[in-house]
């Protein structure tokens, strides 16, 4: 009774286990753990980490709460910005830190070259009035960075402290 909707599940995404998977590799290399230790510090012993890391592994799933004690874990979001990207996100970390003006200067060069790159590709891709598929990935790509590249401006604009000059 209880597997009668297995099949209705998502398949497991390759790409994000693969990414969770290196997190972990990098991990076990910068730290000097190894992977009984991560995966006892998530609550795991290795061998069900490794089936629940498994993309044939349809039956046994890493768990929201096991991911982010990963995520908190190894200090690596690279499978949660693919995440984001998958859902045509941009995922940008918070930062508490007031920004001083250096900062913001070099950030608006950043948006603004990524916002050029955006242009540039494009006018290329649109050369010959037509698109291809890899013309669109490119220039979705380049979109996608220069979303971050302005939602990173946005963030430390919003955190930079104001002086009053009265």
Not at 69 to 98: C, F, R, W
Request: aromatic letters at 4%; a negative charge; glycine letters at 2%.
């Amino acid at each position: 009774m209880r597997n009668e909707y297995i099949e209705n599940k998502a398949p497991k995404d390759k790409t994000l286990y693969q990414k969770i998977t290196r997190t972990i590799s990098l991990d076990k290399k910068n730290s000097g753990l190894e992977y009984e230790d991560i995966a006892n510090e998530i609550g795991l012993n290795a061998g069900t980490l490794k089936n629940k890391l498994k993309p044939s592994m349809i039956t046994h799933d890493l768990n929201l709460s096991e991911y982010i004690h990963l995520l908190e874990l190894t200090g690596d979001y690279s499978s949660l910005d693919y995440i984001a990207s998958k859902l045509d996100m941009v995922l940008i970390p918070k930062k508490q830190a007031n920004t001083n003006i250096n900062d913001l200067n070099l950030l608006v060069d950043v948006a603004s070259i990524e916002n050029n790159d955006v242009f540039r590709t494009v006018k290329l891709a649109m050369a010959d009035n037509k698109i291809t598929e890899s013309e669109k990935e490119s220039i979705l790509k380049e979109i996608d960075e220069a979303q971050k590249a302005n939602a990173i401006l946005k963030d430390r604009v919003l955190h930079t402290a104001i002086k009053d000059n009265t």
